[in-house]
Structure formats: structure tokens, C-alpha cells
């Protein structure tokens, strides 16, 4: 179970995460909403280590990530996907997936000897991946060179093939069309199924809707309102966060 | 006579290629702007100096400079691991000067300005390079052997990760890549080739002091790698012939050697401009400038 | 018996007062165009020659040869920016592309002082006796005091430069946001263009001091530009007052320090700051954060 507690973090003077408590379960889409600037994507920041909470704890399968390294925290079995696509952009799509995949790349007596083991079976699990979004076809296409919705689902596919119990989503379906949004919720059903974690962040009300399992609503920094979807869409505060101001 | 005239230069291309591909690996590949390459250069053409002016065979030398220019990579990558583009740039240029003025002041090692003479030409295993002919034999023996490993380390999933680093390096930590290991290691193997052609450098012109070590050498090494196209390997060799022939010409007009020197370095930061400006991909280049 | 202490004091006082010259030039170049023009040391060096080859080869009068060469200097840096870094900047040449083509200036104007007048020293003679006076047991020439003063000048007239004059405020504006700037009615280019024919000519200035004090060589221009960075490093770029304070200390610095090393270490004390200062504290003492990267 991935766990927030008491989460707060400062950015000058402003509380940008005020106190938030919240629980992932693994087989299990949760969906975090919120109007703009409400802190959602820097709960993610703090999830995945790119920012230091200043009070509080975040709980993976018990243990505390807060102060733990941003590659450490991947390694520990969290993935995640940006707002912006952040590509590798002068590899192809295929060696974006691969560093996602490979576990020994980094080590370099290996690679010098010639011993890594850069199976067919990694090559499949990526093809497959590709092949379920829709994209096969770009795979030797240099990440550069992708139309915007293309570097969105491979960033997708790469942070699903990264080994994870938990994926972090932010804004996976923004500027997709209906077809791919499709391909992505089956995805998402598929990692729920395989027993992983999913938690995302989406301003797009019809898909969260339909996929979650349960939505986390956050207003200035704070929850304002938990449950399944169908209490949240009669929420009064959750209302008045979106249109009352 | 024109053969020594030609074996003279395939030794020069030789030494610089060597550097240049050094460059190559930690600028191209690994995306560091290393402007205190040079410095690395320097260190390992001291310490085989000093060695084999104390004796010992010259492989020994060699390896040791190497190695001892590998370790100052390393140590130069702990304090630079957050800084990135200019300010990388700018504190590894703050540090070729640190070397610099160590060079020059530390005159019970380095003999100060007036550096280190009769450096001894290589000899091991009984044999002695004393004549250009053998010890080209010997450059291009380091040339073929350097070129091979960092072409493999490039070429391998391992140079895909150094690249992914220079490309996004949240993005690479957000894949549980230890990012800063990556770039102590691209420094320190870059340093130590560097350190590999500043031994051959030392051994051949038998003679360096602290002035062949300065930002105005690094202009003609950073001309090689961005003439020859960041990340490309074959081109970095096409790009050191280049480098090294164009100012070869001056010497026939008939300048004196007080003119040669600064109409050079002229040529090759006008060079060097005209390329940013013109065609910064270079030859065979992949990848953009920055 | 000469005040040691009192000595080291004024040599620091004066060799902090011309890195500050230098550096107050360079950092109001930086602090608007957001990136290093090292080829001021090119500037200054260039700048130097010319006061030498107007006053000691020409023969011109020497009052006549001071404006002149802050003119030069003024001008060559106003090529500078327009020949090669503003058609860079059109082509989006990120601050560290920037930062190369300033390096390979500033080699490509040092090379060329070293062609046009040789590596040999050159001195400019001063009009005037220069004799030294004494201060309570420690020795300052007027020569000294002229650069004192001239600093303290600057320093005023900058900061009423950039606080009071409709100039300095669109300074300030391309420094903090130059998009923002822009939609205000700034033109961002001719802000630039300013920057680098006021800070040139404070170059000028530092060219001329610096070669009445010191001597000229064709490669003192990249010791000059690294120490007037290092005092901008050390007091904080974006500030006046900071640049100018963090040159003072870095001439302290270096005189002080000559107490414990050999002066040939002097320069290595430089070097060592910025190393130190750009790993960690790279906005310096009093240095205004801007959002960069």
C-alpha cells in the first residue's frame, strides 16, 4: 500500500500540500483531482523524490520515502509519467522503452564485456506495449520527432514497463483522441488486474469517472472529499471547489 | 624531408584523436561541458614526465598518468554533480585554472614555468621508440586500442544511458538510473584517456611546461568534437585530420614562428565560431549543440 | 618601518578597486544578457594596446588617448555583441553555446594582441610624477588614489544609473523578465546593445588604469576577466554594490594572503574562490536569484 500521512509542503510562503492524508491500494485505480494549483501534481513530487516534504510521511508498503533519492524511489517500485513527456529525445522510441526495461545498463564492466543480457524477451515485452497503445509503428522514430499525443503514450508505455507496484499518472489522457483514450483505459484496467497501484491525476471528469475505483479530491492544497465516484459527483464541497470560485 | 614531415603528423593526429574522442565521450555522449578537459591532458602528460624521467618503462608511466587523471576526473565529478550547462561549464573551467596555477607554482615538482625537459622517449619490454617511425607504431597501437573501448562503451546499452542522462536526467533518475554514478563514471573514463594522450604527448615532444595546458589549447580540441558531430565517433577522426592539416599551410608561406603561433589560435576560434554559428551538428552529428 | 598591515590593506584596496572595474562592466553585461561574455577580458586587453599604441607609438596627448581608448573599448564591444553573439541569440544559442563563443573571442582578440604587438611587456608612462606618499608608515601613489576614487565614482553613478534613469530601470526589466519587458515596448536588443557599450566602456576605464598600474601582456585579459568574475561570484551578480564589495574582498584576499604564500600563488588564491564559490554558493553574498534553466 502506498500512504500518505500528514503531508505539508512549503514553498515560501505558501502551503502548496496542507496536511494530506490519503492510501493507494494496489489493484486498485485511485483518482486525485482538483482545480488547478490545488497541489496535486506536487503530491507526485513528493511521492516520487524530485521535492522534500517538510512534515509528514509517505508510506510505501511502510516505509518512509521522505529524504530517499529519486532513482532509489523508482528502484523501490514506484514509476511515473510528467505533465510534459520528458523523452529521452535524441534515442528512438524503442531505446527509451529498452532503458526502462534494463536493469544492467548501468554497469559498465558488464557492457564492456559484452554480458548484458538484452534478451528477445525484453524486446517482446516492449513490442507488446507499444503494440497495445496503437504505436508500434514509430518504434525506431527518434522521440524528437513525435507528434505530441505519440510522446505522451510512449512516456505511457515506458513508465508501465519500468518495473513498478505503484504507477503515478499525471494527466495521462490530456490531448488524446477518443481512440487512444480507449487503449489507455484498458491499459490502466490491465496494470489494475496485474495487481499494481495506479494513482492518477486527470482534469478530464468522463474517464476518471469511468475507470476509478475511488477519487481523492484535493481544493488549496488539502482533501476536501474522498469516495467512490459516484459519491464525489454529488459532492457538495467538491461543487463548489470546481465552480464556486 | 617530407616523410618526417608527414610521420610528424600522423603522430600529432594521433595524440589529439585520442583527446578528441576522450571529449567526445564526456561532451557528446554524456552532455558535460567539460571546459577543464585540457587540465586532464595536462596531469597525466606531468605524471608520465616525472615518471619516466625517474626511470621507469614507459607503459608504466602511461598507465599510471592515466590513472592518476582518471582519479582527478572522478574527484572533479563529486562537486559538479548538481550543476549543469554554464555553471558546469564555468566551475570546470575554475578548475583547469586551480590546475593551472598548481603547474606553474609548485616548482620542486613541476619546475614551475619552465616545466620539464629531456622527458625520455618510451621504452619497455627492452625496446626503445626513440626513432618518429616506431613511436608512431606506438600511437597508433593507444589510438586502435582507445578507439575500440570507448567505441564500445558508447555503443553499448551503457552509452544509451549516459545519453538518456544528457537528455533528461529526472527523467533517467525517474527510472531508478543512479544518475550521478553515470557521470563520475563518463568523466573518469574520459580523464583517463585524456590522461593516455597527454603521456604520448610528454613522450613525444620530450619537452612541456604549464602554457601547453591553457583554455587556448581547448580551443582546437572542442573545434575536433563539435566539427566532427557530437556522438560521432568516425567523425571526431575525419573532424582531428582537419583540425590538425588546416594550419599546416601558414608554416610554408614562410611566417616566423612568433606570427604562426597566434595566426593558429586566430584560425581555429574563428574556425570554431564559424561552426556554431554555420553548422553546428558538424559533419556526422546526431545530436544539437546544447 | 613600513606598516605591513596598513600596506596590505592599501594593495588590496587597490587591486580589489580595478577587479571591481572589471567586474562591474562584466556583470551588467551578465546580469541582462544571461550569460558569461568572458571575451571582456578580450575587450579590456585590446583596449589596453590601443591606449599604448595611441599614447606611446602615436604619440598623441595623453588626455587626448584616455577617452579615446573608452571609446575603442566601447565600440569593440558593441561589435562584439552585434557580429557574433546577436546572431547566435537569433538562432536560441543556449547561455552555455553563448559561453564557448565568448571563450573563443576572447582567444581571437588576445591572439590577435599578441600578433599586432608581440609577447614582450609594455608599459604606458604616466604624464605626471607619480611619487608615492605616506600614509602612516604604509606607501600609496596618487596614481592609486586616481583608482580608488574612479571606483567609488562608478559605483555611485552606476547605482544611479540603474536605480533613477528610465535606462536602468529597462535594464533592470530585460534582467528580471525579458518576455515581460518585451510586452512593456522594451526593446530587449537595444537593451542588450547598451549593456555592452556601457559595460564595455567601463572596460575602457579598468583598460586604462590597469595599464598605467600594471603593465600590458597580451594574455592578461583572461587573468583580469577571471578575477573580475570571481569578485562577481563572490559578491552576488545581479548587485551592484555586491560585485563591487566581492571584489574588494577578493583583492584582500589576495593580498592577505601573500602573507602566508609565495606570491606566485596569488593568482591560484583567485582561482581557488571561484572554484569554491561557483560549487556552492554560486549567487554569491548578496546575489539576486534569477530563475534560470
Redesign the interface.
Known amino acids: 500500500m502506498l500512504e500518505i500521512q500528514n503531508l505539508t509542503k512549503y514553498f515560501g510562503g505558501l502551503k502548496a500540500v496542507d496536511d494530506c492524508n490519503f492510501q493507494v491500494h494496489k489493484g486498485k485505480i485511485t483518482a486525485l483531482i482538483g482545480p488547478n494549483g490545488s497541489g496535486k501534481t506536487t503530491v507526485f513530487n513528493l511521492i ?1 523524490g ?1 521535492i522534500k516534504a517538510n512534515k509528514g510521511k509517505v508510506l510505501l508498503n511502510g516505509k518512509n520515502l521522505v529524504g530517499i ?4 524511489i ?2 523501490m517500485g514506484i ?2 509519467i ?1 505533465q510534459q513527456a ?6 528512438t522510441v524503442k ?2 522503452l ?3 526495461i ?7 564492466w558488464l ?2 564485456l ?1 554480458l ?1 543480457t ?1 534478451t528477445a524477451e525484453k524486446d517482446q515485452n516492449v513490442r507488446k506495449v507499444l503494440n497495445d497503445l496503437g504505436i508500434l509503428e514509430i518504434e525506431n522514430a527518434i522521440a524528437s520527432e513525435l507528434s505530441f499525443g505519440q510522446k505522451r503514450l510512449v512516456e505511457l508505455a ?1 513508465a508501465i514497463l ?1 518495473p513498478h507496484e505503484f504507477l503515478l499518472l499525471d494527466e495521462p489522457v490530456a490531448g488524446v483522441s477518443p481512440k487512444i483514450r480507449k487503449s489507455i483505459a484498458n491499459l490502466l484496467l490491465a496494470m489494475k488486474n496485474a495487481g499494481k497501484g495506479v494513482l492518477l491525476i486527470e482534469h478530464d471528469m468522463i474517464f476518471t469517472l469511468s475507470v476509478s475505483d475511488s477519487i481523492i479530491v484535493m481544493d488549496a492544497g488539502k482533501v476536501i472529499a474522498e469516495g467512490s465516484p459516484s459519491d464525489i459527483r454529488q459532492n457538495k464541497d467538491v461543487l463548489e471547489a470546481y465552480l464556486g470560485r | 624531408m617530407i616523410e618526417a614531415y608527414f610521420i610528424h603528423l600522423l603522430i600529432l593526429i594521433g595524440i589529439y584523436l585520442i583527446l578528441g574522442i576522450s571529449l567526445q565521450l564526456s561532451f557528446g555522449y554524456g552532455g558535460l561541458l567539460n571546459l577543464g578537459h585540457i587540465s586532464f591532458f595536462g596531469i597525466g602528460a606531468y605524471v608520465s614526465a616525472l615518471l619516466s624521467l625517474n626511470g621507469f618503462s614507459f607503459i608504466f608511466c602511461m598507465i599510471v598518468a592515466a590513472l592518476v587523471s582518471a582519479f582527478f576526473g572522478w574527484l572533479l565529478s563529486i562537486p559538479t554533480n548538481r550543476l549543469k550547462g554554464d555553471y558546469l561549464a564555468l566551475a570546470t573551467l575554475g578548475f583547469s585554472f586551480v590546475v593551472y596555477a598548481v603547474l606553474l607554482n609548485w616548482t620542486d615538482v613541476t619546475g614551475g614555468s619552465f616545466g620539464l625537459a629531456n622527458i625520455p622517449r618510451p621504452h619497455f619490454f627492452g625496446i626503445t621508440f626513440a626513432n618518429n617511425f616506431s613511436f608512431l607504431i606506438l600511437v597508433y597501437i593507444s589510438v586502435f586500442i582507445s578507439y575500440l573501448l570507448i567505441s564500445r562503451i558508447c555503443n553499448s546499452r551503457f552509452g544509451k544511458v549516459i545519453e538518456a542522462t544528457r537528455d533528461d536526467e529526472l527523467a533517467s533518475k525517474s527510472l531508478g538510473k543512479n544518475t550521478f554514478k553515470l557521470k563520475s563514471l563518463t568523466l573518469t573514463i574520459s580523464a583517463f584517456f585524456a590522461g593516455i594522450s597527454g603521456s604520448l604527448f610528454a613522450a613525444y615532444i620530450t619537452f612541456i611546461d604549464p602554457s601547453s595546458f591553457t583554455l587556448t589549447t581547448l580551443i582546437p580540441i572542442l573545434l575536433i568534437v563539435i566539427i566532427g558531430g557530437l556522438t560521432s565517433l568516425p567523425g571526431t577522426i575525419l573532424a582531428t585530420i582537419v583540425v590538425v592539416l588546416i594550419p599546416e599551410p601558414l608554416r610554408f608561406v614562410g611566417f616566423p614562428s612568433s606570427i604562426l603561433g597566434p595566426v593558429q589560435q586566430i584560425l581555429y576560434a574563428l574556425l570554431l565560431l564559424a561552426i556554431i554559428y554555420y553548422r553546428p551538428r558538424g559533419f556526422y552529428g546526431k545530436i544539437d549543440l546544447e | 618601518m613600513t606598516n605591513i598591515f596598513l600596506q596590505l590593506l592599501i594593495n588590496g584596496l587597490v587591486a580589489g578597486s580595478i577587479y571591481a572595474l572589471v567586474a562591474s562592466g562584466f556583470s551588467l553585461i551578465y546580469s541582462t544578457n544571461k550569460f558569461v561574455h568572458f571575451a571582456h577580458g578580450g575587450v579590456i586587453v585590446l583596449s589596453s594596446y590601443f591606449l599604448f599604441w595611441v599614447s606611446s607609438i602615436i604619440g598623441w596627448n595623453f588626455y587626448i588617448a584616455i577617452p579615446l581608448t573608452i571609446f575603442f573599448a566601447s565600440l569593440l564591444g558593441y561589435l562584439i555583441n552585434k557580429v557574433f553573439y546577436k546572431p547566435l541569440r537569433t538562432r536560441k544559442a543556449s547561455a552555455s553555446v553563448l559561453l564557448v563563443a565568448s571563450v573563443a573571442i576572447l582567444i581571437l582578440l588576445e591572439s590577435i594582441a599578441l600578433l599586432l604587438f608581440g609577447a614582450d611587456v609594455k608599459t604606458v608612462a604616466l604624464p605626471w610624477n607619480n611619487q608615492s606618499i605616506n600614509i602612516g608608515n604604509a606607501f600609496i601613489t596618487p596614481l592609486q588614489i586616481t583608482i580608488l576614487l574612479t571606483t567609488a565614482i562608478l559605483f555611485v553613478a552606476l547605482h544611479m544609473l540603474m536605480k533613477k534613469t528610465k535606462l536602468g530601470k529597462a535594464m533592470r526589466a530585460v534582467a528580471d523578465n525579458k518576455d515581460v519587458a518585451e510586452i512593456l515596448g522594451i526593446s530587449s536588443e537595444k537593451i542588450y546593445s547598451g549593456t555592452f557599450i556601457i559595460g564595455s566602456a567601463i572596460g575602457g576605464i579598468a583598460a586604462v588604469l590597469v595599464s598605467l598600474e600594471q603593465n600590458i601582456t597580451p594574455l592578461m585579459g583572461i587573468t583580469l576577466i577571471i578575477k573580475g568574475f570571481t569578485g562577481s561570484i563572490i559578491g552576488g551578480i545581479g548587485s551592484v554594490p555586491g560585485v563591487i564589495l566581492g571584489s574588494l574582498l577578493l583583492g584582500f584576499a589576495e593580498n592577505f594572503g601573500t602573507w602566508f604564500l609565495s606570491s606566485g600563488f596569488k593568482d591560484a588564491i583567485a582561482f581557488v574562490l571561484l572554484f569554491i564559490f561557483l560549487l556552492i554558493k554560486p549567487h554569491g553574498i548578496f546575489g539576486v536569484k534569477n530563475n534560470q534553466k
Request: charged residues 30%; hydrophobic residues 35%; neutral net charge.
Open positions: 516520487s524530485i533519492s529519486i532513482d532509489q523508482s528502484n514509476s511515473r510528467f520528458r523523452l529521452f529525445k535524441n534515442l531505446d527509451n529498452l532503458l526502462a534494463d536493469n544492467e545498463d548501468t554497469k559498465l557492457n564492456l559484452g548484458n538484452l515506458r519500468n
